[in-house]
């Protein structure tokens, strides 16, 4: 389905315009053409679909990795203006946080994250109940964030791994944010380096994006 006019734009056009035109192009044939068949037969109710996370129009994803207290929180709370992330020496919180646009400050839960069909996050759902307790959405009015969203994660427990003991599977849903995120940031505190077992499981997960990662 690619009428006369389009192909005529595609060869005068550069490789970018071509580019946003077949994006847009096959975006329009989803939602003119797949998604009402979707809509109309519930296909999400059994069969979550990939294209609609990854057609609809998502703001670029920046996610912040790295040991506990390396500063992650400290960084996201510098880029948004005040202190809407809790942070401090101890690994006291275990908490993927989605970081969004919104017109006031709120915090949106984990479940409801994954539940909003116009967020690209209802594929988590899939690493179960516990996982769900420590995912948060926080809104903020910050400028910036209308065109990026981070994502802030509890970072690799090397020698208090036995204290914390995570109920769900850290490294699949750090390989999951990896896959989608656009920019991985990988912070370190050089006066307190506890490399380890997790965290070289943590770069493992980078296999195939190794040049989303930068470290900090
Ligand atoms: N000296 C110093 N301390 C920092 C810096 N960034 C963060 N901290 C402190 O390091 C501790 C851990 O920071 P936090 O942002 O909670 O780390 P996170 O676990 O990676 O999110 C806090 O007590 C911060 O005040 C920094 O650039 N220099
Ligand atoms: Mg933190």
Redesign the pocket.
């Given at each position: 389905r690619c009428p006369l006019d389009l192909r005529v734009y595609i060869a005068e056009s550069t490789w970018q315009e071509q580019f946003n035109t077949t994006c847009s192009e096959i975006k329009r044939i989803y939602e003119d053409s797949i998604e009402p068949v979707e809509k109309r037969y519930q296909y999400e109710l059994f069969k979550p679909t990939y294209f609609s996370d990854t057609l609809k129009p998502n703001k670029p994803l920046v996610l912040?990795l790295?040991?506990?207290?390396?500063?992650?929180?400290?960084?996201i709370?510098y880029l948004l203006g005040h202190d809407c992330?809790?942070?401090?020496?101890q690994?006291t919180t275990d908490k993927f946080t989605i970081i969004m646009h919104g017109t006031e400050e709120s915090k949106i839960s984990g479940r409801i994250l994954t539940s909003n069909p116009e967020l690209p996050f209802r594929r988590l759902a899939e690493f179960g109940n516990q996982f769900l307790e420590t995912l948060e959405g926080i809104q903020v009015p910050a400028d910036f964030l209308k065109n990026i969203s981070l994502i802030?994660t509890?970072?690799v427990l090397e020698s208090a791994r036995e204290v914390h003991s995570r109920a769900y599977d850290y490294m699949k849903v750090t390989r999951w944010f990896i896959e989608r995120a656009d920019l991985v940031l990988v912070?370190f505190?050089l006066s307190k380096l506890d490399a380890g077992m997790e965290l070289r499981s943590m770069f493992q997960q980078f296999k195939g994006h190794e040049s989303k990662l930068r470290m900090v």
């Open positions: 912040f790295g040991p506990f207290s390396a500063g992650k929180s400290t960084f709370n992330l809790w942070t401090g020496p690994p802030d509890p970072g912070l505190d």
